[in-house]
C-alpha cells in the first residue's frame, strides 16, 4: 500500500463517521484495521489475503469473534470500492 497507515486510518475513520457508524463502531473498525493491515505488511489486499488471514484468526479465535473481525474488514474493503 503506497499510504502510509496513519493516513489510511484517518479516511477510513471519516468515511465511517459519513456513514453513520457509532463511535464504539468506528474504534472497533479502526482497531481491526490495524491488525489487517499489520497482516498485510504493505501488501495490497485481496481476496486470497483475506481468506489467509480468516484461517489465522480461526486458529485462535471462536467463530463469533472471527466473524466480528471480518465484518470490520469487508467494511474496508467497501470503502476501498472492492466488495464483491
Given at each position: 500500500m503506497k499510504q502510509n497507515?496513519?493516513?489510511?486510518?484517518?479516511e477510513y475513520r471519516i468515511?465511517?463517521?459519513e456513514h453513520e457508524?457509532?463511535?464504539?463502531?468506528?474504534?472497533?473498525?479502526?482497531?481491526?484495521l490495524v491488525w489487517?493491515?499489520?497482516?498485510?505488511q504493505g501488501e495490497e489486499p485481496t481476496k486470497?489475503?483475506?481468506?489467509e488471514y480468516r484461517e489465522q484468526?480461526?486458529?485462535?479465535?471462536?467463530a463469533r469473534t472471527v466473524n466480528a473481525k471480518?465484518?470490520?474488514?469487508?467494511?474496508?474493503?467497501?470503502y476501498l470500492g472492492l466488495a464483491a
Open positions: 497507515y496513519n493516513e489510511i486510518l484517518r468515511y465511517l463517521t457508524k457509532s463511535h464504539a463502531t468506528i474504534q472497533k473498525y479502526v482497531r481491526e489487517f493491515l499489520s497482516f498485510l486470497a489475503k483475506v481468506l484468526l480461526q486458529q485462535s479465535h471462536h471480518l465484518s470490520a474488514i469487508h467494511s474496508y474493503l467497501d
